[in-house]
Structures are given as C-alpha cells and as structure tokens.
C-alpha cells in the first residue's frame, strides 16, 4: 500500500532557482528518507530524518518533518541543471527493511 | 568501495525462456533487496534477504525465485514471464542495524527487462 504521497507530481524551474517538494504519509513513522532517481537508474539516497528531528541540512539538501502533519518537504537550494531527476520520500512500513515509497515528483532544471 | 553491481543491463526474453539477473556487493551489507519498477512509477519491493536468509516475499509470483548464495551476491531466477513483467528490476543493500529500521538503501543501476 502506498504509505507517501509527494507533491506536486512534476515541477519545472530555471537553473538557480529553489525546489520544494512535499511528502505525506499515513501512519506514525521512526523515519523518513528522500531518494532520488535518473532517468532510468538507480535510486541514491540523499537524506535520512528520523522522528524526532524537525530538519536536516546536507549541502543544498534541507529536509523538514512535521509528525503532527504527517508531512515532510525536501527544498533544494540554487538547483542546478544536473538536480533534473525523479525525488522520491520512503517509509519504513509494515515491517523491518521494508521502505515503502511514494509516487514521486519529476523535478526539471531547464538550464 | 560503495557500488552495487547488477547483470546485464538490458534482457529481452520469450515467455518461455529461463533467465537469472545478478547483484553484487561488496560493503559488507547484510541486508539485500529485490525491487520492480514500472515506469513512472515508484518501485516496489519484492524480496528482501537478511543474513542469507528469505526475510519477506511481497507474495510474489512463483515464476520470480530469489537466491542469495553468499552475503555479497544476490540472484533473481525467472522463468515463464508474462509481458506485463516488464520492468527496471533493481537491487539494493544495507547494513543490518536495528533490523533495518535506520538504514539507507544502496541501489544498483538496475537490469531492464523485456518479456516478449
């Protein structure tokens, strides 16, 4: 089942400019993580926020949860060309080693 | 060394054909995954392997049989696909602590398969 749900599905920017993408999910969580994914590759994983952080900084990479809201955003900073990808948010769900991930969201950087 | 290999890269095989996929790593990860992606979509989990050891079967069609030989090596038998079994199939790995509930995944670049 699915357990995130990102927003908005597709978001096309200019170079330089900031992304915000959203997640929201269902039931209670230990912690989420983002993902994200060329075109036809493998997945990387970017950041990890547990349950009781309320955000974490990596590079360009800040990531927020709101457990009240069952929600968390990913802003990427001053995006670059190569930040084109697919972002996705996992949760552990239903057992251990289980990541259950969301739909996505398709970020273009148009240079 | 942080990579997870997989074998071949592209597949095209006949419905009854009897292929195998292969990943490889070489982190000392533990805890090894098999996904199934369509596209556009997210992927989803189909078996996961904890100390060499079936650890959940997503009630996975028997003609996907997963083998894991050793702890760096992990296999996915096919035989008898459908056409809808088409899909980037990608492995992962991580480490073992907390049974899982902590770790990042590190996925390989996937084998796209074709079932005519």
């Known amino acids: 089942s699915q357990q995130g749900e990102e927003d908005p599905q597709a978001l096309s920017i200019q170079e330089g400019e900031n992304a915000t993408m959203n997640c929201s999910y269902k039931?209670?969580?230990?912690?989420l993580q983002w993902y994200r994914q060329n075109s036809g590759r493998g997945l990387v994983h970017l950041i990890l926020?547990?349950?009781?952080?309320r955000e974490k900084h990596s590079g360009r990479l800040r990531v927020t949860l709101d457990t009240s809201k069952k929600s968390s955003s990913l802003l990427i900073t001053a995006s670059r060309a190569a930040d084109t990808a697919s972002y996705f948010c996992a949760t552990p769900g239903g057992s251990n080693y289980k990541l259950t991930f969301g739909k996505g969201t398709l970020l273009t950087v148009n240079p | 060394d942080t990579e997870v290999t997989q074998t071949p890269k592209h597949l095209v095989m006949g419905m009854t054909n009897k292929k195998s996929l292969k990943c490889e790593q070489h982190?000392?990860?533990?805890?090894m995954y098999w996904y199934k992606q369509k596209a556009k979509k997210p992927p989803e989990l189909m078996f996961v392997?904890?100390?060499?050891?079936?650890?959940i079967n997503e009630s996975v069609p028997s003609r996907f049989s997963p083998e894991c030989p050793n702890s760096s090596l992990l296999n996915l038998h096919l035989h008898a696909l459908q056409p809808e079994d088409s899909a980037l199939y990608l492995c992962?790995?991580?480490?073992?602590?907390?049974?899982?509930?902590?770790?990042?995944?590190?996925f390989g670049p996937g084998t796209r398969l074709t079932v005519l």
């Open positions: 392997y904890s100390y060499e050891k079936l650890s």
């Open positions: 926020i547990r349950s009781n952080e």
């Open positions: 039931t209670s969580i230990n912690n």
């Open positions: 982190m000392g990860h533990r805890a």
């Open positions: 992962a790995s991580s480490q073992d602590t907390d049974r899982g509930l902590y770790n990042e995944q590190f």
